[in-house]
């Protein structure tokens, strides 16, 4: 009897170290949700930045902040702690959440004709750079990181040309309607 009653206390005392480890995460988890929701205020020494950057010439201004050892601390800072665990998705929401839609379009990771390259601009080295050091260990090369980064780049701004062209065959739709 005195055996089961030990196993059943370290059971407990396990069951209740697990659920405390849980709740640490979950807050954690929340507080990290809460701060991937507010607008971020960036002070880049040229002005107070409001993210997600709504214009190419914030991301100008941006750009000529980064030249600044300082602001370019701050900023892959930043960067760091918006990033999850995961080098993909990572790359995927601090883009998002740093860029708008409208901004974004405009660019590609390489550049083409009609488009500017983001990997030239000082703004994207710094989110490579932020999430290289996070994820780079003994397993992970930074070439391979280097692509972990490139390829949700790309991918994200597939998927907002895919959302600017849809957005803008609404709004054609819709005048086609109302012109009937």
Not at 113 to 142: D, P
Not at 162 to 172: A, G, L, S, V
């Amino acid at each position: 009897m005195s055996s089961a009653i030990t196993d059943l206390t370290k059971t407990m005392n396990n069951i209740s170290s697990a659920i405390t480890d849980l709740n640490v995460n979950v807050n954690q988890l929340l507080f990290k949700c809460n701060e991937r929701e507010k607008p971020h205020q960036f002070d880049c020494r040229l002005s107070s930045q409001q993210f997600p950057l709504s214009s190419e010439e914030e991301l100008q201004m941006l750009d000529t902040g980064l030249s600044q050892k300082e602001t370019r601390d701050r900023f892959i800072a930043m960067v760091t702690r918006l990033s999850s665990d995961d080098p993909k998705t990572s790359t995927w929401f601090v883009l998002s959440h740093l860029l708008t839609p409208e901004v974004a379009s405009k660019f590609t990771l390489l550049g083409s004709s009609s488009k500017r390259a983001l990997q030239k601009c000082k703004f994207y080295g710094c989110i490579r750079s932020a999430l290289t050091n996070r994820f780079l260990s003994s397993s992970v090369n930074e070439k391979d990181l280097g692509k972990l980064c490139d390829i949700p780049t790309q991918g994200y701004f597939h998927d907002i040309r895919d959302k600017m062209i849809k957005r803008n065959r609404r709004k054609q739709d819709h005048v086609c309607t109302n012109l009937k």
